[in-house]
């Protein structure tokens, strides 16, 4: 069975972030590096904490969320 998202708690955050990018790039004129690294250390830190949350709880460690 084929999935349409990610199986991960991030998907929101990397999904919005994806959209602000494009958005800022495409309809603002915002400078691409900037919106991108923008887009990339929101993202980042939503994995990170996801990470962490696995650490803490042995019944997420098993479904591989990151």
């Known amino acids: 069975m084929k999935k349409g998202r990610p199986d991960t708690p991030a998907y929101p955050v990397v999904s919005d972030a ?4 494009f958005e800022e790039v495409g309809i603002g004129g915002k400078d691409v590096e900037a919106s991108a690294k923008e ?22 460690a098993t ?3 990151f």
Do not use: D, F
Request: aromatic share 6%; glycine share 4%; hydrophobic share 30%.
């Open 39 to 60: 887009a990339v250390e929101k993202i980042n830190t939503r994995l990170e904490r996801n990470k962490a949350a696995i650490r803490n709880s042995s019944s997420y």
């Open 63 to 65: 479904r591989g969320y």
């Open 18 to 21: 994806i959209k602000t990018l």
